[in-house]
């Protein structure tokens, strides 16, 4: 199978814990506080790598987390950092945020780094808060949480050229007789399921990707055939051979094709429809071709180029293959990414700090800041506790709970975390 889509669960490290501690000194009664920072946690990064053809890695394992931030330690010494967890992945992914839609990354080189989930900051330790006012400060933060995200990752092969056309033109048997490719070649339609890649060696060492793209037909827009399943994997070539069966043996007019062809890339990406076309005419040994391919031409050439060849045979495809090496750097590679429409989603984000809302007697409030608040919070140090409710002051969920009728009593949740209200 060629698995070019995923979706995998990312975690970033929490940050570690600061610590509360004081420092022990011969001869210093008290000694200042000396809780130490606990460390970053570590990021979850991606890679590309050229090596990879597929997103198979991530079919099995869906969750990746990187390492939590140590705590703190006592002589204010700060925890180790989390380490980072690396994923490599193939060239050409697109990597987006499963429940925005929004385009995270488009990796496009090898070696490219994309972090995709950070680690939480350490918590300060005791030392940190200490003030004019609070010499022997008692209180310390939890670590960070680190960046959770389900993530949408799409292979989008990066091919020079792209073969389309309908089943059984011949676009197997082309990429089979230029590349090192061995796809299946067979006198049935579908008999290619999955795109193939080859490299097309020209001279001097300069070569050309190709790539089999299977599945066309009419109304793959709707999902007839296999549908736009492979058509991604066109969206980022320069340059598109349109095969013909220009032998007309299965009975359809290969001027019909094309037309029906060119319309469904236009369906799926008016972006695509652009891209230049290179009209292949293919079995030219088969009796009758010849007329066709008068008419063809006689039709079209002035609009596309038109290059006779028989897979079959090889006439006609040394040819085609110096004419795309010649044109291909005057080709400018597609730059923009075009999304279908399912993608597009708008991101909603309150543009509010906090929200709230009261479901029978509990009042629910909810924001990531102060809900990162109660996490990085130690309720079982007083001081700590103290500080979290000078925070629902000053950031007005004090005020807000009261206007929103709260009486002593009731109870408040925070990020799963629930309050007596005093
Ligand atoms: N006579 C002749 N037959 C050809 C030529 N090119 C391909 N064929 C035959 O046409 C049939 C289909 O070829 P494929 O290369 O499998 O076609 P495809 O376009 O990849 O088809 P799908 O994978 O089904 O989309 C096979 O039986 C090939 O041997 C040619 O130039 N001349
Ligand atoms: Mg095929």
Request: glycine share 12%; aromatic share 6%; hydrophobic share 35%.
């Amino acid at each position: 199978m060629f698995y070019d889509r995923a979706k995998i669960y990312v975690k970033g490290g929490d940050g570690g814990a600061g610590i509360v501690a004081f420092r022990r000194e011969k001869y210093v009664p008290e000694g200042g506080p000396s809780g130490g920072d606990g460390g970053r946690g570590g990021n979850v990064v991606f890679v590309g790598d050229e090596g990879l053809r597929t997103l198979v890695d991530f079919r099995y394992n869906r969750h990746y987390k990187a390492d939590r931030g140590d705590n703190g330690m006592a002589k204010n010494m700060s925890g180790r950092s989390g380490e980072n967890t690396v994923l490599r992945i193939p060239v050409g992914t697109v990597i987006f945020d499963d429940g925005t839609g929004e385009v995270i990354a488009d990796v496009t080189e090898h070696g490219q780094r994309v972090v995709v989930a950070s680690g939480g900051r350490g918590g300060r330790g005791n030392a940190r808060f200490m003030s004019n006012t609070n010499k022997a400060p008692t209180l310390s933060e939890n670590g960070e949480p680190g960046e959770e995200h389900w993530l949408r990752l799409e292979l989008k092969l990066l091919a020079d050229v792209g073969l389309v056309g309908f089943p059984n033109v011949g676009k197997s048997t082309i990429i089979s007789k230029v590349s090192a490719a061995k796809p299946k070649i067979a006198d049935y339609h579908f008999t290619t399921l999955v795109p193939n890649l080859g490299v097309v060696d020209v001279e001097d060492g300069e070569s050309f990707v190709m790539a089999d793209i299977p599945g066309l037909i009419e109304g793959a827009h709707t999902g007839a055939g296999l549908g736009h399943e492979f058509l991604r994997h066109t969206e980022r070539t320069r340059l598109i051979l349109h095969v013909l069966d220009i032998s007309g043996s299965e009975e359809r007019d290969p001027l019909e094709d094309l037309r029906i062809i060119q319309d469904e890339l236009k369906l799926y990406s008016p972006a695509l429809a652009e891209r230049p076309v290179i009209v292949v005419a293919n079995k030219i040994d088969i009796p009758g071709a010849e007329e066709n391919l008068e008419r063809l031409k006689g039709e079209l050439k002035d609009r596309y180029e038109i290059f006779p060849v028989s897979a079959a045979t090889g006439e006609g495809l040394q040819n085609l293959i110096y004419h795309i090496a010649k044109v291909l750097p005057d080709i400018s590679a597609p730059t923009i990414v075009t999304l279908p429409d399912e993608h597009r989603v708008t991101k909603v984000k309150s543009d509010k700090r906090f929200e709230i809302r009261k479901e029978n007697d509990l009042f629910i409030v909810e924001g990531d800041e102060i809900e990162k608040h109660v996490k990085m919070t130690f309720f079982d140090q007083e001081d700590s506790v103290y500080r979290f409710q000078n925070i629902l002051k000053a950031m007005g969920i004090d005020a807000a709970l009261v206007a929103a009728g709260i009486n002593e009593g009731d109870k408040v949740e925070i990020a799963g975390v629930t309050f007596d209200w005093v």
